[in-house]
């Protein structure tokens, strides 16, 4: 099966701070991956998507200059939430595609766990 | 605009019993609909994949079944165990992105 990691699985910050998210395919090369958030009994909310060399495509309502999302390589995206505040706290998870294979499963990360005082 | 509800919300069995979880969603035009698995804090687990041409699909004591026309999915989990307990959740694929349900959230007491 296909594997993807995230750094940090949690992080807590003062308002006011970025964070800077990191999801790795580890052992597949994914042109494309999903960020997504979950609120507390809440479901996932897709917040962008990410193509390997140019520009996230952001959903309805998600702030393109606050939450930076950098798709450097075939193996590596990051999301940076900037200037964090308390109500950007939420649980993120990122997602990645083997477009080899049928229907293009997307294999989720563990998630990352963002505590914002 | 898709909309994916789960139902039940929530719901404890007795270890051993046979449990249907239930998925629907609003647009028949989907893609595939996939069966997940969320334990507390972590990410996802991809349980079963169905594609929009298939009624069906199978994995140990775990069957989802898709009827696209009706907007339906099940998940039926058979002989269930405490470790089954989680959060399950029902996703759609359409043309381009994955919509969840809020998930189904088993509890299974020994």
């Known amino acids: 099966g296909a594997v993807v990691s995230q750094h940090p699985s949690r992080v807590i910050c003062k308002s006011g701070t970025s964070v800077k998210i990191e999801c790795r395919s580890l052992?597949?090369?994914?042109?494309?991956m999903f960020w997504y958030r979950q609120f507390p009994k809440q479901s996932l909310m897709l917040m962008a998507t990410?193509?390997?060399?140019?520009?996230?495509?952001?959903e309805q309502g998600v702030e393109k200059d606050k939450f930076l999302i950098n798709h450097a390589s075939l193996t590596l995206s990051t999301l940076t939430v900037t200037s964090a505040h308390p109500e950007d706290s939420s649980f993120y998870i990122c997602?990645?595609?083997?477009?080899?294979?049928?229907?293009?499963?997307?294999?989720f990360g563990p998630g990352t766990r963002l505590l914002v005082l | 605009k898709q909309e994916v509800t789960q139902i039940p919300a929530a719901l404890s069995v007795p270890e051993g019993e046979n449990l249907v979880l239930n998925c629907s969603f609003t647009?028949?035009?989907?893609?595939?609909l996939q069966w997940f698995r969320q334990d507390p804090g972590k990410g996802l687990t991809s349980l079963l994949l169905?594609?929009?041409?298939?009624r069906e699909q199978t994995s140990g004591r775990l069957n989802a079944s898709l009827d696209k026309s009706s907007g339906r999915s099940t998940l039926y989990i058979a002989a269930s165990q405490p470790g089954d307990s989680a959060t399950y959740l029902c996703?759609?694929?359409?043309?381009?992105?994955?919509?969840f349900g809020k998930g189904t959230k088993l509890t299974v007491n020994p």
């Open positions: 997602s990645a595609t083997r477009p080899d294979q049928v229907g293009e499963t997307q294999y």
């Open positions: 052992d597949f090369q994914a042109t494309t």
């Open positions: 990410s193509n390997e060399g140019s520009k996230a495509t952001y």
């Open positions: 647009d028949s035009a989907i893609y595939n």
């Open positions: 169905i594609q929009s041409s298939q």
């Open positions: 996703a759609v694929r359409g043309s381009e992105k994955l919509v």
